[in-house]
Structure formats: C-alpha cells, structure tokens
C-alpha cells in the first residue's frame, strides 16, 4: 500500500479500530475521526480529530493537504418492526449512515483530489440491503442510500478517486454487543450464517485494507459482500 495520509471516520471502535490498525503497519499517516478518541492515538501513526458526523459543519483543524484514502465507518443497529418504526427513527438512519458520509466526502472532496496517487474511498452497508431481513427496514433503507451513492461517485469521481463499499453481515462488535449478549443469541446468530460464526472486526477491515490498497486499483464502483455466505449460499439440510 503506498504510503501516505488516511482519514478513518468512526475508528476509534469497532470495524473502524481494526481497520486502523491494520494501516498502522504500514507506516501512514492515519487520522481518526470521531467524537471520543479511545485511546485511539496509542496505536503507531495516529492523530485524533474531534469529530460528530452529525453537526451541519466542523473544523478542518489538523487534517493534511491531501488524503490518498477515507474511510466512513459509523453506522447504526435498529431492528424493529416495521409499524413500530417512526419518522424520526428512519431520519436519524439516514443522517447517521447517509447524510453524515455525504458531508465527510464533500468536505474531503479537495484533498482527495489532490492525491498524489490514485485515491480511495471505502463507505459501509449491510447484507440487509441486498437480501430482505425482517425488522431491517430503516437500516436497509439507509445503507441501501449508501450503496447508491458508492455507484454514483465511482462513476462521477473515476478515474483519480476509487469509492468501493463493504456490506458485513452481523459483526462482533461493540455496537452488536445486544444481539450477541449471550451465548445462545451468538449460536443462534451462528448458525445463521453458512460459515456458521458471526464475523470478527477482522473480517470487513481486511477488506477494506485491501480496497484501500494498490492491489485494488482497478476496482471501483463495488459492493463487497464480507457476511458468512448469508447473502447467497443457502445450505439443503
């Protein structure tokens, strides 16, 4: 991977995290941004960026000139019957995973651009917004936005910016920690999955890694699906 200068929004836990440390081996540059640093600025590389995806505007303080990839990680977990779901509840879906990566790329459009090498852009969807899943509405709607938008800015920003997107399947992270509080919610999510594990941070961050990465610079526009087989193996039992 060439070195240089990586933006992570959302890296200071999670997918976000393992995705950083994964950079910090190559010797880069690595920015985080988000609004509690974690002790993110321990791993080799790192500066903090005060950061809320959510506020109209933020100061550009201690960004560089130019960025040779970004990655927009926050995102959120709200499954709940359609008719319970609220107006509100699929606005803040969409501001959150949506509109917050729609400020971020705007805001980050100028030092993309003036990469010195081809530049990267990895976002995050869901499984759930390809194959239908109960109770998923207002996520899949959201990442289903995102997944949009991933193929309209590879067609608009190609050919000096790449923009790919990862949809994981149910990841054990913090923001999973509910639906895998208990060894038989984790079984069951398990055996879910053709793989039969539920995914380790590991798992959608090494393909982000690799999207960020020179081995990926004829690819664009993609929707990687890191998620167990659940998307489109069906096991005959």
């Not at 190609?158 to 895998?180: C, K, Y």
Request: glycine share 8%; net charge neutral.
């Amino acid at each position: 991977m060439t070195k240089g200068n990586y933006f992570v929004v959302g890296g200071s836990s999670g997918i976000g995290r393992e995705i950083v440390q994964g950079l910090s081996q190559g010797e880069h540059r690595i920015y985080v941004g988000s609004r509690e640093p974690r002790q993110i600025e321990e791993i080799a590389g790192v500066k903090h960026i005060q950061l809320d995806v959510l506020a109209p505007s933020w100061p550009e303080v201690g960004l560089p000139e130019s960025l040779q990839g970004l990655v927009y990680c926050p995102g959120s977990i709200r499954l709940r019957p359609f008719h319970l779901l609220k107006d509100e509840e699929f606005l803040e879906d969409f501001a959150l995973n949506l509109l917050g990566a729609v400020r971020i790329l705007r805001t980050m459009l100028p030092r993309l651009q003036s990469s010195p090498v081809l530049a990267s852009v990895v976002l995050f969807s869901t499984v759930a917004a390809q194959t239908g899943m109960p109770y998923h509405a207002s996520i899949a709607s959201a990442k289903g936005a995102v997944e949009g938008l991933t193929r309209a800015l590879a067609a608009e920003w190609a050919p000096g910016i790449r923009v790919n997107a990862v949809a994981p399947s149910l990841t054990d992270t913090p923001l999973a920690h509910r639906l895998l509080s208990s060894d038989e919610k984790r079984t069951a999510a398990a055996e879910r999955h053709p793989l039969q594990r539920v995914g380790s941070p590991s798992d959608p961050a090494e393909m982000a890694l690799y999207l960020l990465s020179d081995r990926a610079t004829w690819i664009t526009g993609q929707i990687f699906h890191v998620d167990g087989g659940i998307s489109s193996v069906q096991k005959l039992n």
